[in-house]
């Protein structure tokens, strides 16, 4: 049974650009939730997706955007990047059937 | 705002003893969960103990059971046999909406060096 996977596991971009990130939820699980984790600090919620519909929203600004997929799998998109974007994006999955959020090993995503 | 507070920084431990991490919470919600992970180097989410609410026993796995003290909105983390692999950044966080699944708001972590 495989768990969460991300894709890609590094990323380097420069100002401006866009940038999409990858998600597939443990198997059973239904709900992908993003976080942005800046160095030395916890997890910040980004927004979580279920039934291919934005559930929940955290307070990032709109260059933030994903989807989920028929298949619970996810997309993070962030357009515009900013240098403050540098941070490592981690992806946690869950169902209402399970009491347990499991994470990603997140991708590392740099902007030069 | 519903937070969760890791007051301790940094905590040392060495080898085969124990040690307690610290962790408070806010919340209006009566029955909830609290969940400690654990983030080594690589930087990998790992899920150490999850607590529901509404349980009165304290959660135990293995060597890492927690003090969940409900009327005063804390729940620790103790790790006994302390070993090597334990050195990690530690993070209590609480999912919202009274549910297992909700957003997860973390605390601040607390990095825990094991000394042999």
């Known amino acids: 049974d495989a768990g969460v996977t991300q894709s890609p596991t590094h990323l380097i971009k420069t100002r401006g650009q866009q940038v999409t990130l990858r998600c597939s939820p443990k198997s059973g699980h239904d709900t992908v939730s993003w976080y942005q984790q800046a160095l030395g600090q916890g997890p910040q919620f980004i927004f979580q997706?279920?039934?291919?519909?934005?559930?929940q929203r955290g307070n990032f600004p709109d260059r933030f955007s994903g989807h989920q997929f028929p298949n619970y799998s996810s997309e993070l998109n962030v357009n515009a990047l900013l240098l403050g974007d540098s941070a490592l994006y981690l992806c946690a999955s869950s169902s209402e059937y399970q009491e347990t959020q499991y994470f990603g090993p997140g991708t590392r995503l740099l902007v030069l | 705002a519903q937070t969760v507070t890791q007051s301790q920084p940094e905590m040392s431990v060495q080898e085969a003893e124990t040690v307690t991490l610290s962790c408070t919470y806010d919340t209006s919600e009566s029955d909830y969960y609290l969940f400690w992970y654990k983030q080594p180097p690589s930087r990998q989410m790992i899920l150490v103990i999850r607590q529901e609410a509404y349980k009165q026993q304290n959660a135990t796995e293995n060597r890492f059971s927690v003090n969940f003290q409900k009327a005063a909105k804390s729940f620790s983390l103790k790790i006994s046999d302390s070993q090597l692999g334990d050195a990690a950044m530690y993070f209590c966080a609480r999912p919202h909406g009274g549910t297992s699944y909700g957003k997860l708001t973390f605390g601040q972590g607390t990095i825990l060096t094991v000394h042999p």
């Open positions: 997706y279920y039934e291919e519909e934005e559930r």
